[in-house]
């Protein structure tokens, strides 16, 4: 119990901030089809929020963990998906106001449904995709890498990319595109 005392003292004593973003964030970028025809969802931004704080580490290097709630709404095809993700980032300065974000994040994706079937375009035919009858979540580990540019003393412009299940050969890709605010 001391010994934990004097480590959250030791991270309060710093000069903590703390930021809160509103931004889009695009769930598998290229490989999500967002319409019959084969469209990709490059651009298709849902909204995001997060709290974030940025706490000072050794050698100018950042300790920066964030959590954040993906406003996905209801899917079209009659599904219902929530987004939290907790990130554990760290960031290097390259200079004022210019950081460079890495770590790791979990996202857990909760979708729900009244279930049935969707008769889609599979390439040159047509495949039955099942909606979800039931809650369902999953839990993803991805890595994480952006930039963060800080373009007055209490906003930023923050892109970060995600890559889910980095270490197998079917990896996807995520982003999002924020703007921050330094409380």
């Known amino acids: ?14 000069n903590i901030n703390a930021t809160v973003s509103l931004g889009g ?15 990709a969802n490059t651009f298709g931004f849902d909204p995001v929020v997060s709290i974030n704080h940025i706490i000072p580490m050794f050698w100018g290097e950042l300790f920066m963990p964030e959590f954040g ?19 554990l980032d760290f960031g290097h300065r390259f200079t004022s106001g210019l950081v460079g974000r890495y770590g790791l994040g979990t996202f857990m994706t909760k979708i729900s449904g009244d279930g049935g079937a969707v008769e889609l375009n599979n390439g040159t035919s047509t495949a039955t995709f099942y909606r979800p ?4 979540t999953s839990w993803n580990t991805t890595l994480n890498g952006g930039l963060e540019w800080a373009f007055d003393a209490n906003y930023a412009m923050r892109f970060e990319l995600f890559m889910f299940d980095f270490l197998a050969s079917t990896r996807k890709f995520s982003y999002i595109l924020n703007l921050t605010y330094y409380l």
């Open 1 to 14: 119990m001391k010994r934990m005392i004097i480590f959250l003292g030791f991270f309060l004593s710093f």
């Open 25 to 39: 964030y695009v769930p598998f970028g290229l490989s999500t089809q967002t319409s019959a025809d084969g469209g």
């Open 69 to 87: 709630l993906v406003l996905n709404g209801e899917g079209k095809d009659g599904y219902d998906k929530k987004t939290l993700f907790f990130l």
């Open 133 to 136: 009858s039931k809650s369902v």
